[in-house]
């Protein structure tokens, strides 16, 4: 996350260099420039008020860390972090799910967080960034989650036929490599799987609609578009102007990443047992 120093360097040389300045996309990346910065300063100023603990939300009360290796901050402290998702892991958490697969895992906000909601789990995290495996173990062990939380590196599509005799969740945020990835036709034990993807139609044009195609003759799928943020805010960041507000809950997207939650077919899962 770029300091003010580093901002400041960085927009004079913009606007100094950028023949195209004017232009929308030019513009664009200004703000989105000037947004990161203002969100290290709500991050700073949580710590400040909380320290590293999550303030609410299914993972309230985690102890986090000081950076986010892959996105952003603020909403993962915060506890609004792809708050759409709140009520369907609550649901698998409720299921009897005994073992997490964490494709694309980061520093493990999803894989730590879920070994806290789901005591009885054990998480496989995979992420082919070392720095994200070290933050990932990192935050397993400030949790006391570290001996339900395997951690190891790339994920190939073989590796889900050794899940797929289990109640198994697997979840993934892999920057369009769900396309190349979750393939059913290559790797049938995903026909077993419950799953949570998130697609980037922005990295991979007509990902949304294939995942559709793959998996509708196995799963029953529910799309969970972004919306929205309604989750409490600390109470020192209502007292701030709108626009702060806004930037705490914002999650650094530049286009729509919908989620597709899908769950095995009641006869396909009477099949397995």
């Given at each position: 996350m770029p300091d003010t120093n580093t901002t400041t360097k960085l927009l004079r040389?913009?606007?100094?260099?950028?023949?195209?300045?004017?232009?929308?996309?030019?513009?664009?990346?200004?703000?989105?420039?000037?947004?990161?910065?203002?969100?290290?300063?709500?991050?700073?100023?949580?710590?400040?008020?909380?320290?590293?603990?999550?303030?609410?939300?299914?993972?309230?009360?985690?102890?986090?860390?000081?950076?986010?290796?892959?996105?952003?901050?603020?909403?993962?402290?915060?506890?609004?972090?792809?708050?759409?998702?709140?009520?369907?892991?609550?649901d698998f958490a409720q299921s009897g799910i005994d073992t997490i697969v964490d494709i694309g895992c980061a520093e493990g906000y999803y894989a730590v967080g879920l070994a806290r909601l789901m005591p009885g789990a054990t998480v496989h995290a995979f992420d082919i960034d070392e720095?994200?495996?070290?933050?990932?173990?990192?935050?397993?062990?400030?949790?006391?989650?570290?001996?339900?939380?395997?951690?190891?590196?790339?994920?190939?599509?073989?590796m889900f036929e050794d899940f797929a005799d289990r109640k198994t969740l697997v979840i993934i945020d892999a920057e369009g490599f769900e396309d190349v990835i979750m393939r059913p036709d290559l790797y049938p034990g995903l026909t077993r799987l419950n799953i949570i993807v998130e697609t980037h139609?922005?990295?991979?044009?007509?990902?949304?609609?294939?995942?559709?195609?793959?998996?509708?003759?196995?799963?029953?799928?529910?799309?969970?578009?972004?919306?929205?943020?309604?989750?409490?805010?600390?109470?020192?960041?209502?007292?701030?102007?709108?626009?702060?507000?806004?930037?705490?809950?914002?999650?650094?997207?530049?286009?729509m990443t919908p989620w597709l939650v899908m769950k095995p077919r009641a006869s396909l899962e009477n099949n397995r047992t």
């Amino acid at each position: 996350m770029p300091d003010t120093n580093t901002t400041t360097k960085l927009l004079r040389a913009r606007v100094t260099d950028d023949s195209d300045y004017g232009s929308p996309d030019s513009l664009n990346k200004i703000l989105r420039l000037m947004a990161r910065w203002r969100t290290q300063l709500l991050a700073n100023t949580y710590i400040r008020h909380h320290g590293l603990k999550i303030f609410s939300g299914p993972f309230e009360g985690m102890e986090y860390l000081n950076y986010a290796t892959e996105g952003c901050l603020v909403p993962r402290l915060i506890g609004c972090y792809e708050s759409e998702l709140h009520g369907d892991l609550a649901d698998f958490a409720q299921s009897g799910i005994d073992t997490i697969v964490d494709i694309g895992c980061a520093e493990g906000y999803y894989a730590v967080g879920l070994a806290r909601l789901m005591p009885g789990a054990t998480v496989h995290a995979f992420d082919i960034d070392e720095r994200a495996r070290s933050a990932c173990a990192d935050l397993a062990a400030r949790n006391g989650v570290q001996d339900r939380v395997i951690i190891k590196g790339e994920f190939v599509g073989e590796m889900f036929e050794d899940f797929a005799d289990r109640k198994t969740l697997v979840i993934i945020d892999a920057e369009g490599f769900e396309d190349v990835i979750m393939r059913p036709d290559l790797y049938p034990g995903l026909t077993r799987l419950n799953i949570i993807v998130e697609t980037h139609p922005g990295l991979k044009r007509g990902v949304f609609d294939r995942m559709l195609e793959r998996f509708t003759p196995s799963h029953d799928i529910v799309i969970r578009k972004q919306g929205p943020k309604t989750m409490p805010l600390p109470a020192w960041l209502q007292d701030l102007g709108h626009l702060d507000q806004l930037l705490a809950v914002w999650e650094f997207r530049s286009t729509m990443t919908p989620w597709l939650v899908m769950k095995p077919r009641a006869s396909l899962e009477n099949n397995r047992t």
